[in-house]
């Protein structure tokens, strides 16, 4: 009995004293202190990289959804596919007047903004019309702190675009003078 309690408290500290060696040979490791130093030096990479971006390539809509014979259809959307499409020609309209009306429920305001024959371009958060007329080349006035997360393009043969903000149910109608490309986004469709 004697000879295994002196084994095992043996062993026990012989088990401890090599604990204690790898933890210091991990602690102190040269290559650990490497690591580190590389992971805080900044090789400007980033920098350079977010300067290239244009105010249109983080503002354009996320998502597009169209509306047709009381469906809704989420179409693929890239700025090299059909929202960087529409923003093309969209940047070439310009706008004339604007009105603004505030829909009392919500029943009423998705009824408008599922109405047929038109192609929603959304937004995950809501923007501002000032950023609006510049990455599309608007000049909307006295909106400019008008908030909206939808931008609505009715598709036959309208005159107009509906800038729409879900949380206040408010929905901005921009009278346009050259929406003749109405046609050439049905095109795409």
Known sequence: MKLRKILLHTGLTVTILISVFFSALIWFNPAMLQHDSKETTDTGENTTSVSKKTLSDIFLPLQATYNVNDLQYQLPSSENYLIGKV???????????????????????????????????????????????KVFTQKIEGLSKFKFNRIMIPLENENYIYLMNDQSKAVCKVVINNMKAVKKIKTYL
């Open 87 to 133: 923003w093309k020609i969209m940047k070439k309209w310009n706008s004339v007047s604007t009105s603004t009306k505030i829909y009392k429920n919500s029943t009423d305001y998705l009824t408008f903004l599922k109405q047929n024959n038109a192609l929603l371009l959304n937004y995950n958060s809501p923007i501002t019309v000032k950023v609006f007329n």
